[in-house]
């Protein structure tokens, strides 16, 4: 009987490679010392256990990553696509208005700085490349993301399954420190996570421009409160 080889892979390899990459908590840009104030649910005693911890973020990935940063991310993946540099500098300024706390704007900066340096010496002559850099007040991390994906011709669903699976690796690699959870327990978490990208990335590509939000009163009251939290292990 002749072998029967696999369907053709949707991505090519290289492509995969470089999205896992960027999924991957091992990507230098400081990820892992954000918990995106899962730390200051923990200490208000919001989430305190497995099941709290994985209600507190599957709301997090549907009231906030689906109407605010993946959205983000596929208006930029448009806007790198055809190099639209005003509209990613509009965007950019959206973005960094709607951090409703320091802590949550400077993880947004310092992530998207850390992507561009990573991006920097991956191609020393692309021009776009410096055109992140130069976004003001500073590069955020949706928008340079959505320009890593673009260079490796990543399409735009793809990307934002990338996106969103790297925020959840590390939300989850944070509740296991603060919660804390153990390692299975991190991982039946994941698994809840993971299943509910691809319903919530459809959402965020459905939404209208119109229709992007930030808009999580108690995130922002918590972050704000992290602030000055007396003792904590994490940025955010």
């Given at each position: 009987?002749?072998?029967?080889?696999?369907?053709a892979?949707?991505l090519?390899p290289?492509?995969l490679?470089?999205?896992m990459?960027?999924?991957?908590?091992a990507?230098?840009?400081g990820?892992?010392?954000?918990?995106?104030?899962?730390?200051?649910?923990?200490d208000?005693?919001?989430?305190?256990?497995?099941d709290s911890?994985r209600?507190?973020?599957?709301?997090?990935?549907h009231?906030g990553?689906?109407?605010?940063?993946?959205?983000l991310v596929?208006?930029?993946?448009a806007?790198w696509?055809r190099?639209?540099v005003?509209?990613?500098?509009?965007?950019?300024?959206w973005a960094t208005?709607?951090?409703?706390t320091?802590?949550?704007?400077?993880?947004?900066?310092?992530?998207?700085?850390s992507?561009?340096?990573?991006?920097r010496?991956?191609?020393p002559?692309?021009?776009?490349?410096?055109?992140?850099?130069a976004?003001?007040?500073?590069p955020l991390?949706?928008l340079?993301?959505?320009?890593a994906?673009?260079?490796?011709?990543?399409?735009?669903?793809?990307?934002?399954?990338?996106?969103?699976?790297?925020w959840?690796?590390?939300?989850?690699q944070?509740?296991?420190?603060?919660?804390?959870l153990?390692q299975?327990?991190?991982?039946?978490?994941?698994?809840?996570?993971?299943?509910?990208?691809?319903?919530?990335?459809?959402?965020a590509l459905a939404l209208a421009p119109?229709?992007r939000?930030a808009?999580a009163?108690?995130?922002?009251?918590?972050?704000?409160q992290?602030e000055?939290?007396y003792?904590?292990?994490?940025?955010?």
């Amino acid at each position: 009987m002749p072998h029967r080889h696999d369907p053709a892979p949707r991505l090519a390899p290289g492509v995969l490679i470089e999205l896992m990459r960027l999924a991957s908590p091992a990507l230098p840009v400081g990820g892992f010392s954000y918990s995106e104030v899962l730390e200051a649910a923990v200490d208000s005693g919001r989430v305190t256990d497995a099941d709290s911890a994985r209600a507190w973020l599957l709301d997090q990935l549907h009231l906030g990553l689906v109407r605010c940063d993946l959205p983000l991310v596929a208006a930029g993946h448009a806007a790198w696509s055809r190099g639209d540099v005003d509209q990613l500098q509009t965007l950019n300024s959206w973005a960094t208005a709607v951090r409703e706390t320091r802590e949550l704007q400077l993880q947004a900066q310092q992530m998207g700085r850390s992507l561009v340096e990573w991006l920097r010496p991956r191609a020393p002559d692309d021009a776009a490349i410096e055109q992140a850099a130069a976004l003001k007040p500073a590069p955020l991390w949706p928008l340079v993301f959505a320009l890593a994906a673009v260079r490796v011709s990543a399409p735009v669903h793809d990307s934002l399954i990338t996106f969103a699976l790297g925020w959840a690796e590390n939300m989850v690699q944070a509740a296991i420190k603060a919660v804390p959870l153990g390692q299975t327990a991190g991982q039946r978490l994941l698994d809840a996570l993971a299943a509910a990208v691809p319903e919530a990335v459809a959402s965020a590509l459905a939404l209208a421009p119109d229709d992007r939000q930030a808009f999580a009163p108690m995130l922002a009251i918590l972050s704000a409160q992290h602030e000055t939290q007396y003792s904590r292990l994490f940025r955010s």
